[in-house]
């Protein structure tokens, strides 16, 4: 098998690389943004079909969901246009693309658990270009859809390393407490988005650490499990002004990944913890 990987210089493409070196898959391309823009139409598809991998895991994306909402031509021509340009030079050579989405797909107006099959309806300018790339990799026979939540990995910056900055300086920081979600640990995920490729699977899935929390509640462990004394103070959303929307119910069902005899990754806390001791090895 031959696998191309974009974002690689970002916290799931790295996990991505780690975990095919650690099973001696070592047949892949994973170029950084400098050697290839995924919105270089002419260049994506030299690139990928003169190496022609099997599976393309599609990570590269516009993330910042605030700057999303004034860098929108920015945001749609990476999210969108980019991923066209990934998908058509997939198509032209076969591959299977795998498209990393998000929870941001919803509203977070649900009552209950968001299921694959549920109606998309994103509130912010990021969301609604990742569901603009939904849309363009689901023109493909074979696909797989992948989204997920409140991301964590050794490479980048995320909610853990923001909190664990803010403890340095700080005694006392607010959290809004009335967004719920998973987190997910992308070297958990790296694994099984690899083992499902190797089990043929295809489609759409929620994948997240299992449990559900809130970023109050996310951050309150992130200090409990580093020994840290910081006082944290719940906050809503209301009270809390950012540029973009966010959904106030991002809890996605992984039953599916059950139901297609996969394995469900372990729980959020076990996660956090087995991330915060990397990170204190990495020092």
Same mark, same amino acid.
């Given at each position: 098998?031959?696998? @191309?990987? !974009? ?14 070196k ?8 994973? =170029? ?21 991998? *099997?599976?393309?895991?599609? /990570?590269?994306?516009? !993330? ?10 920015? /945001? ?6 980019? !991923? ?5 030079a ?7 693309v795998?498209?990393?989405? &998000?929870?941001?797909? @919803? *509203?977070? &107006? ?11 309806? =994103? ?5 609604? &270009? ?11 026979? $074979?696909? +797989? ?9 050794i ?6 390393? &923001? ?25 958990d ?9 190797? %089990?043929? %699977? #295809?489609?759409?899935f ?9 970023w ?12 840290? $004394? ?14 973009? %929307? ?10 599916? +990944? ?7 990754? #372990?729980?959020?806390q *076990?996660?956090?913890?087995?991330? /915060? ?7």
């Amino acid at each position: 098998m031959r696998y @191309f990987i !974009t974002g690689s210089e970002g916290q799931l493409g790295y996990d991505i690389i780690r975990e095919l070196k650690n099973i001696k898959e070592l047949d892949y391309l994973a =170029p950084t943004l400098e050697e290839l823009d995924i919105t270089d139409k002419e260049k994506v598809m030299e690139v990928i079909t003169s190496y022609k991998p *099997d599976v393309v895991f599609h /990570c590269a994306a516009y !993330t910042a969901v605030d700057k999303a909402e004034e860098n929108k031509e920015l /945001c749609y021509n990476v999210n969108v246009f980019g !991923t066209e340009n990934i998908v058509k030079a997939a198509k032209k050579i076969g591959a299977k693309v795998v498209y990393i989405s &998000t929870d941001y797909v @919803f *509203d977070g &107006t649900k009552d209950g658990i968001y299921v694959e099959t549920d109606k998309p309806n =994103p509130v912010n300018y990021y969301g609604y &270009t990742k569901l603009g790339g939904e849309d363009v990799v689901l023109k493909l026979d $074979d696909y +797989l859809i992948v989204r997920i939540s409140w991301v964590f990995g050794i490479n980048g910056n995320n909610f853990i390393k &923001t909190m664990l900055n803010l403890a340095k300086e700080k005694k006392e920081i607010s959290v809004v407490s009335d967004q719920v979600g998973s987190p997910t640990y992308t070297k958990d995920l790296a694994k099984l988005l690899i083992d499902m490729i190797k %089990k043929n %699977k #295809s489609g759409i899935f929620n994948v997240t650490n299992e449990g559900y929390c809130s970023w109050y509640e996310f951050a309150k462990y992130i200090f409990q499990i580093n020994k840290i $004394d910081i006082k944290v103070n719940p906050i809503l959303t209301r009270d809390y002004k950012t540029l973009a %929307k966010r959904p106030m119910n991002s809890r996605l069902s992984k039953d599916k +990944l059950e139901e297609e005899n996969l394995v469900r990754l #372990s729980s959020w806390q *076990d996660a956090v913890f087995r991330y /915060c001791q990397e990170l204190k090895e990495k020092k």
